[in-house]
């Protein structure tokens, strides 16, 4: 049998539970618009009933507030991290290849395409007039111009690559920084929760950053049961492949350390590697990190670099300074000028006739004479007097001109093959960033080697022009290249980068998309509604005043009992 206070219990388990709903959606209300945040609700439940005599029934108590639960699904937190640390990586690809398409700046008026077109179109002239200094001062000014062009784009991506390992040094600061912040989170967490409590804002506060980390590198979440706990306590384990970056209160750091050995013979000075504080090797599949060290570091392979294009701007030196050096030492210049004179400061590669020998003075100079397998002599000396030199290993060969080449690049790293009327060299690849022309060229416009053919004192011929018209032919050598002329070979490296840009533009869009998707379901799950929690408000509020009458209610029936019964006669 119930008292007559059992009224009163009641209606002040209902007062409190309703005053502590209107306290979490006041706190739902002043977070509507705080990031990660993940609206709460209280659980309730009611209080045990007791046994009523007589078979009556039971009677109930009131309402328990059982615990505050925050409004999460796990999976969409899972799901949107996958997608986050894609994007990461592909926003870092796509940022780098954009500032790459800036470098080569083409189609434009001041690409190297149109610097190469204004250089053919003065050897042109200079076929047509092959005596006027002003328009052998011309071909020497374009050739300094199209060296010039090809050393600032190559010197802009040098640039890059470094600022690109700056980019990772930050990357991986920030996500020492988060690991940081969840370990310490962690161990707030736990220690509020050991009691089975729930710490529901500092856990928002732990998956924001787990959200932000995510886009950094690929990640491992993983809730691990605390034994012996009450109520299924648990910790947060982050792994990074396989390894661990945050477990509990602690967190292992990731090092920068200068570069020991070069991945390629293009690397910039000191470059960094990551690595774990414990020294061990660092490793991670996606994520800004992966995009970022590809984009500094690979030469090959389908997630092409900053070395690749390097790498490209100096074959591109290499192969067309040689072609060009060999048609040029063809030819005779002005008085005094002889033959035999190379244009560019790459490698020099002449045909001579069968027998040749050597001045002392050529000698001296680094010249040398290699003979091909057909028989056919050559005069031989580049830029680094280590001597172009015939010779195709057979371990290099494949089905195209530039698998062998690159098969070859890969097993010899900084030199390349060129190929001349059907013959195989190799030689030291130029640093595209200190092609010029030839100090002889540079010294006398007399050397420009614009005649075939030489009078009795072994100059230019008055008016012969057709070495300067066989050069000026180079423009159009299908052969030059694997991908065709000279300019087809930069047609198809803009190409190339163009398609890749544009894949990492949509893979950003895409994964953009799903993100966006994904974030919606999650905000329709976790997200505050200003009108449903207005709803809620009003629904508490009203219970708390219904409680609050209640009371008044019972009060007045006490009221009756004690004041108002027993009082007749009186």
């Known amino acids: 049998m119930s008292g007559s206070f059992f009224g009163l219990n009641i209606a002040r388990s209902g007062l409190f539970a309703s005053q502590r709903a209107l306290q979490i959606t006041g706190h739902n209300i002043a977070n509507a618009g705080t990031p990660g945040y993940s609206r709460q609700r209280l659980n309730v439940n009611q209080s045990n009933p007791i046994s009523l005599p007589g078979g009556e029934g039971m009677l109930g108590t009131g309402v328990d507030t059982d615990n505050i639960q925050q409004i999460r699904d796990e999976f969409l937190d899972f799901k949107i991290r996958q997608e986050f640390v894609t994007k990461g990586e ?57 060296t010039k062009t090809i050393n600032y784009m190559y010197n802009q991506l040098e640039d890059m690559q470094e600022n690109t390992d700056f980019a990772i040094e930050t990357t991986v600061n920030q996500i020492n920084g988060y690991a940081k ?271 075939s053919n030489a009078d009795s004192l072994g100059e230019g011929l008055a008016g012969d022009g057709n070495n300067a018209l066989k050069l000026n032919e180079l423009r159009h050598d299908v052969d030059m290249f694997e991908w065709g002329s000279p300019d087809d070979f930069f047609k198809s490296v803009i190409s190339n980068l163009g398609v890749d840009g544009q894949e990492a533009i949509r893979m950003v869009d895409n994964q953009q998309v799903l993100i966006n998707d994904i974030d919606n379901k999650r905000q329709s799950i976790s997200g505050v509604s200003l009108d449903e929690e207005m709803s809620n408000m009003i629904k508490f509020q009203h219970a708390y005043n219904a409680c609050a009458r209640m009371i008044t209610t019972v009060d007045e029936m006490l009221d009756k009992i004690i004041n108002g019964m027993g009082t007749v006669g009186r």
Not at 91 to 112: K, M, T, Y
Not at 195 to 203: E, F, P, Q, V
Request: hydrophobic share 35%; glycine share 8%.
């Open 181 to 451: 912040e969840i370990a310490a989170l962690n161990e707030q967490i736990i220690r509020y929760e050991l009691d089975g409590s729930n710490a529901n804002d500092l856990r928002d506060q732990r998956n924001l950053l787990i959200d932000k980390l995510s886009q950094l590198v690929d990640i491992e979440v993983q809730e691990i049961p605390i034994s012996g706990s009450k109520d299924g306590a648990s910790t947060l384990k982050i792994m990074i492949n396989g390894s661990t970056l945050v477990f509990q209160e602690k967190y292992n750091k990731l090092e920068l350390r200068p570069r020991e050995i070069t991945k390629n013979y293009l690397d910039r000075p000191n470059l960094l590697e990551v690595s774990w504080e414990t020294g061990t090797s660092f490793s991670c599949v996606s994520g800004k990190l992966k995009g970022l060290l590809d984009i500094r570091d690979n030469m090959t392979g389908k997630e092409k670099g900053i070395p690749y294009y390097m790498n490209q701007l100096n074959r591109f030196s290499t192969t067309f300074a040689a072609h060009f050096n060999m048609q040029h030492g063809a030819g005779y210049g002005l008085s005094d000028s002889g033959t035999g004179i190379p244009f560019f400061n790459g490698p020099y590669l002449m045909k001579v006739a069968s027998g040749y020998t050597l001045s002392a003075d050529e000698k001296a100079s680094g010249y040398k004479i290699i003979t091909d397998a057909s028989g056919n002599e050559y005069k031989t000396k580049d830029l680094n007097n280590s001597g172009v030199e015939f010779a195709l290993p057979t371990d290099v060969v494949g089905s195209k001109d530039e698998e062998i080449i690159r098969n070859f690049e890969d097993k010899n790293k900084g030199f390349t093959l060129i190929k001349i009327d059907g013959n195989w060299f190799k030689t030291k690849t130029i640093n595209a960033g200190n092609m010029d022309i030839s100090k002889e060229i540079h010294d006398s416009l007399n050397n420009i080697a614009a005649a």
């Open 90 to 146: 592909w926003e870092a690809r796509s940022e780098s290849l954009q500032q790459i398409e800036a470098i080569f700046n083409e189609p434009s008026d001041s690409g190297v395409r149109k610097v190469m077109d204004e250089f053919f179109s003065a050897l042109h002239e200079l076929n047509k007039n092959p005596d006027n200094l002003t328009a052998r001062a011309q071909v020497r000014e374009r050739g300094i111009a199209l």
